[in-house]
């Protein structure tokens, strides 16, 4: 199976500090990997970098087009770049007011996406936009209603069917349950994990939430100071750490 994605050599520093420090990956279709560190470990800077938020001083990232063409993603007009996070890509922000347009309604947010991609008969949208309303367990009747007048966790959820309804084929998620309740937590990955499972997507998620790596992801990559120390199967790194600082990262938990 070919990568949908693949970086090799990515550095970047924020002055003398290494953001990233020779970092490569791959990511498959269909696999979910999950990017775990402590904060200023250099995940969510792989993380934009990784999706064209932001350029590597050395480095490439690539990604493989639905017709099996490789790109360069930094040497990617801006207009470009924009049209793939429009339709092959996602993206569900920590904070939903990132993602989500809050002076428009909820369905004028999914609604959006989809026109973006093509979409324009009115009535269609509307009942696909109440549909995902559905998926994402927001009762449709609140279809009219502004995002700003919602829960954080009913934003969060919002964001996330803004983001799948047009099925894009690779989405990255920056810590899409940090700031919310345990309880709402727990809710919010079982539904991320079913939706990931019924789309067939592909995901790159970062999280300093160990549990919720384990529960999302099938590869696990854990990173300190710029490097990626451990990488593999989810619960292989999981349940028997090599590198000192992933067994430090696990026993933290297992003290918690």
Same mark, same amino acid.
């Given at each position: 199976m070919s990568a949908l994605l693949e970086a090799?050599?990515?550095?970047?520093? @924020?002055?003398?500090?290494?953001?990233?420090?020779?970092?490569?990956?791959e990511i498959f279709p269909g696999?979910?990997?999950?990017i775990v560190g402590e904060s200023g470990s250099g995940k969510?800077?792989?993380?934009?970098?990784?999706?064209?938020?932001?350029?590597?001083?050395?480095?490439?990232?690539?990604?493989?087009?639905p017709e099996g063409g490789f790109h360069v993603l930094h040497e990617m007009k801006e207009a470009a770049l924009r049209r793939l996070h429009r339709t092959d890509w996602g993206f569900v922000h $920590?904070?939903?007011?990132? &993602?989500?347009r809050m002076r428009v309604s909820a369905g004028g947010n999914i609604g959006e996406r989809l026109m973006a991609v093509g979409a324009r008969n009115y009535g269609s949208?509307?009942?696909?936009a109440a549909e995902w309303?559905?998926?994402?367990?927001?009762?449709?009747?609140?279809?009219?209603?502004?995002?700003?007048? @919602?829960? &954080? &966790?009913?934003?969060?959820?919002?964001?996330?069917?803004?983001?799948?309804?047009t099925r894009p084929r690779l989405v990255f998620m920056d810590e899409p349950t940090g700031g919310l309740d345990v309880s709402v937590q727990a809710k919010l990955l079982d539904m991320v994990r079913a939706l990931v499972a019924d789309l067939g997507l592909s995901v790159v998620?970062?999280?300093?939430?160990?549990?919720a790596a384990r529960l999302l992801a099938h590869?696990?990559?854990?990173?300190?100071?710029? $490097?990626?120390?451990?990488?593999?199967?989810?619960?292989?790194?999981?349940?028997?750490? $090599?590198?000192?600082?992933?067994?430090?990262?696990?026993?933290?938990?297992l003290a918690a």
């Open positions: 090799e050599g990515l550095a970047l520093r @924020f002055g003398a500090v290494p953001a990233l420090d020779g970092v490569a990956l696999e979910v990997v999950a969510t800077t792989l993380l934009r970098v990784l999706s064209g938020m932001m350029r590597p001083e050395a480095g490439e990232v690539r990604y493989r087009d $920590q904070n939903p007011r990132d &993602g989500l949208i509307r009942a696909e309303l559905r998926r994402v367990e927001i009762d449709p009747a609140r279809i009219d209603g502004m995002p700003a007048l @919602f829960s &954080g &966790g009913m934003q969060q959820r919002l964001q996330i069917a803004r983001t799948l309804v998620i970062v999280t300093h939430d160990i549990a590869r696990l990559l854990v990173m300190r100071r710029g $490097q990626v120390v451990e990488q593999g199967l989810t619960d292989r790194v999981l349940d028997d750490p $090599q590198h000192e600082y992933t067994q430090l990262l696990v026993a933290s938990v």
